[in-house]
Every structure is written in C-alpha cells, then in structure tokens.
C-alpha cells in the first residue's frame, strides 16, 4: 500500500517521504501497477507531485501580484514601471552573481568523483548488485541500434536487468521490437495507454516490478560509456549511505554537426563540467539530468519515484531526494547524446526543460516553512535563484532587449525615467560585467573540453540567448494552458555517420 509518512523530521536526517510497494507485491497486478505509476505519488502525497500546478494560496497570491501591477500601471505608471525594473534588475544581479560563483566553485575541481577502468573492474562479480536500466522509447524505429549501444555496457549479464519500455499503442515502435533478437537480460515491458503520456509515467511502470538494487535510467539515443555501471557502484559505495545517485556527465556525438549543435555543446559542457559540480560544493539540491543518473533503488521507492506528472521529473526528483534528507554526486564518466541541430525542435525541447523548472519551483514552494527546514538556506537559494530563476530571467530578456532596442532608436525619456541612477549604474554593470563573465564561461569551457573549434561559437553565444528566449517565453505560457503536456524531442537528426562515443562532448576534468 502507497502511504504517505511522517515528514515533520529534523532537516537533514534521511527519512521517508512516502513508500512504494515490495516489487513482489505487485506481480501479475499490471492494473494497480499502471495505477501507482500514474497516481501513486500525486495520491499518497499531492504537494510534491505536479498533478495540479497551484495550490490555493499561490492562485491568490499571483491574482494579487497581477492585480497589483495593472492598478499601478494604470494610476501610477511611472513608479510602478521604475519599482518592476529596479526589482527585475536586482534579481539579475543576484542571480548572476551566483551563477558566476557555481560555475568558479565548479571549475576548481575536486567534487567530481573519479573511478579508474581498473578500479571499476576490479569489483568482483559476486559484491556487485543487481542493475535495472530503464529506457523509455516512444515513436523511434531505429531499436537494433539502441540494444547494440546497450549490449556494449561492461557488466555481468546474469546481473543485468535492461527494460526496453514501449507504449503499448506505439505501433512503429512495437514493429521494430518484433525482429529484435533479445538476450535473457533485455525485456520489452509494454506500457499501457493512459494519461498522463510521459517519460515518468512510462519509468515508474518499468521500475515498479524491478529489482535490482541499482537503478539508471537511458534515452533511446543516449551512448554511455562502457563501464559507467561499474563507476556508479564503485562511486555510490566511496560517497556512502547519505548519497542516493550519482549523476554521470552528458555530452554530444554531433556537437560539431552545425553552429546550434556547437552552441548547445557548450551549454552542456559549462552545466555538466561546472554548474552541477558547484552545486554540489554549495550544498544545493542538484537538478539531475534526464538521463545516466544512478539510483539506489531503495530510497528511490522510499521518495515515491518519479513523478508522472512532471515535465521535468528528473529535475524534481532531485528536489525531493534533497527534501528527503539524501545527497547527490557526480561522477567521472561520460554519455554521448544526440544534439538538437534543428532549431524548432531545439526550442521544443528547451521549453519543456524550462516548464518542468517552474512547475518543480512552484510544487516545491507549496510549503515555504517545511521546505525552508528541509532544504535550509543554501537550498532556498537554488531552489528560487537556479530553478525559478534560469527560466525566468531567460524570458525577462526580451523585455530589457525592448528597453534597449526603444532608448537607442527613439531615446524617449520615458524609457530613461524608468533608470533612476541607482538603478541604472546596477544594470550597466550587470550589462557590461554579466555579459563578459558569460562570453568567458563559454570561453573557459571550451578550453576546459580541450575543443578549440568551439571557441568561436562561445563569442557567438548571444545568438543562442535568442533562442533562449523564446523557449522560455514558450514554457511560460504553456505552464498556464497545458502543464503536464509533453513534447516529444524527435531523435535521428544527427549526421548519417551515426553515434561515436569517443566523439562526445565530454569535460576535461
């Protein structure tokens, strides 16, 4: 039975949020199955799951706040538009100032644990735990390529527990699983059709009935590094009990395909190679990445799993494992994914990153007080500044881009009375210093992944913040008319020599 526990504890101590079910429990009960990987969490506990975005008190407070700012608008215009830029011109500080310090913590090195292919296998076969691999596949016919990239994972098969999870109504999907020649260790597990159609539903499914002590989730285009199992138990068993995953690094096959595929490697490069390190050095919550990130099955139950309703379920399951009490690591090994080179598709993408952000923000703020205990103060703060603010403040550009575009064309003094000098000598320094401390991000990371071909495109960056943009002001708008709707990145664009690890757009660390 799912039930919610008692989670009025001391911040800090691993407890329980809520438990889900003994997988052997649930054998030959696909029904209650599919019911707890849709419902489960939003059942036993509806303030961490996204199954509805606002509780009352945040409706009434983004009424007011909305309200507030037409009635000022209206009857005071002038000092109600100087206190919306002066306050939008401090958060961009703040939220600079600690985006360069994440980033400086990160690339000072020494948070990222480091396993050897020797130590990895050394680890003899009778110490190692059972392994679940969780690959949720939706409309993607090119199967035979994803089991050969899997089959190359270093580890005992007698050991291994790979799912292929298949829509049960993906009928191009299914076809393309008919002629697969499968080992004892790769399952097709068929998920049932049903609302909500995500990647989270379809892994709380595959991972309800499994059980392996080890869980990892991989994309149907994802390339991991042969031995990444092996570095994760090794990595898990050196970081001990208060760690609960370990998130390896993401990288890109096709990252020199076209400018957007260079740009997007960087992006990658910059939040794998030193963000989540820094988060990690700061002690804040870590939002994990969709995929190779390596659970301990049990506490993966114990916080209810992934939540269905999440567009950015991997984001929000490390708020909660965080709220829960446990820590996250990163570790030395690398994945070769599959960069978005078409632009469309790349916003796609980014927007539904960017929603899953603001609805985990808003979920996880439905109790300030509680999460405030659970998180404490460094947790507050990239709860509100990282997840709330990356969003946010990448649709507030186009809103500063207009300021700037409407003084030097028509230098209105409107425009200019909504600087008073305090205000103007902060944003002068946020446009000035800002963007030269992220020109040389991207700088240092290009030289950090030792690929000097990227080194032009990290002074082009600002082509990039445009798209930004757009994926931003795109998740906004979609958090209000569809929340939990999620769009599929189409896969297969890269060029047709097809995946090579080696070429991945990994860190130098």
Not at 31 to 47: D, K
Not at 118 to 144: I, K, N, Q, S
Not at 311 to 330: H, I, K, N, P, S
Request: net charge neutral; aromatic share 10%.
């Amino acid at each position: 039975m799912v039930r919610l526990s008692d989670i009025r504890v001391l911040p800090g101590r691993q407890h329980h949020l809520f438990d889900l079910p003994d997988p052997a429990e649930l054998v030959d009960q696909d029904e209650r199955a599919l019911e707890l990987a849709c419902y489960g969490l939003s059942e036993a506990a509806p303030e961490y799951s996204a199954r509805g975005v606002l509780v009352v008190w945040q409706r009434v407070v983004l009424i007011a706040v909305v309200a507030l700012l037409i009635v000022g608008l209206v009857l005071v215009p002038r000092c109600t538009g100087i206190t919306v830029v002066a306050i939008v011109t401090a958060v961009y500080a703040i939220a600079l100032v600690y985006r360069v310090a994440l980033f400086q913590l990160g690339a000072k090195g020494g948070h990222v644990v480091t396993v050897s292919d020797e130590e990895a296998r050394a680890v003899p076969h009778a110490e190692l735990p059972r392994y679940t691999v969780l690959v949720p596949v939706f409309h993607e016919p090119l199967l035979g390529e994803l089991v050969r990239r899997l089959e190359r994972l270093d580890y005992p098969r007698h050991l291994l527990d790979i799912r292929l999870l298949l829509e049960a109504d993906d009928e191009e999907t299914n076809a393309a699983a008919s002629g697969l020649a499968l080992g004892r260790h790769i399952t097709i597990v068929r998920v049932p059709a049903h609302e909500p159609r995500t990647k989270p539903k379809a892994c709380n499914y595959g991972f309800l009935t499994a059980e392996g002590g080890m869980c990892t989730i991989y994309d149907a285009e994802d390339s991991p590094d042969s031995l990444q199992l092996l570095r994760a138990v090794v990595a898990m068993r050196r970081l001990g009990p208060r760690y609960a995953c370990v998130q390896a690094r993401l990288g890109f096959y096709n990252a020199d395909q076209n400018l957007l595929t260079r740009f997007f490697a960087l992006d990658y490069g910059s939040w794998f190679g030193n963000l989540l390190p820094g988060l990690v050095a700061l002690g804040a919550p870590i939002p994990l990445g969709g995929t190779s990130n390596h659970f301990r099955s049990d506490v993966l139950r114990r916080v209810g799993a992934w939540d269905p309703w999440n567009v950015t379920e991997d984001a929000d399951l490390g708020l909660r494992l965080a709220r829960a009490g446990y820590q996250v690591g990163v570790f030395d090994s690398d994945t070769g994914e599959e960069a978005n080179p078409d632009a469309i598709n790349w916003v796609r993408q980014r927007s539904r990153w960017y929603k899953g952000y603001l609805q985990s923000f808003l979920v996880h703020l439905r109790r300030p007080r509680l999460v405030s205990r659970q998180l404490g103060a460094r947790g507050i703060a990239g709860l509100v500044i990282f997840i709330a603010g990356t969003p946010l403040l990448s649709a507030l550009n186009g809103f500063f881009w207009a300021l700037t575009v409407a003084w030097f064309t028509s230098h209105d003094p409107a425009v200019a009375a909504l600087f008073p000098p305090a205000v103007y000598y902060l944003g002068m320094v946020s446009l000035i210093l800002g963007n030269f401390a992220v020109l040389y991000m991207g700088l240092f990371t290009a030289r950090q992944m030792e690929r000097p071909g990227l080194l032009i495109p990290a002074l082009l960056m600002p082509l990039y913040w445009i798209l930004m943009w757009l994926a931003a002001v795109k998740a906004v708008l979609q958090l209000i008319t569809a929340p939990s709707y999620w769009e599929k990145t189409a896969h297969g664009l890269h060029k047709a020599e097809g995946p090579r690890t080696e070429q991945a757009a990994g860190v130098a660390v």
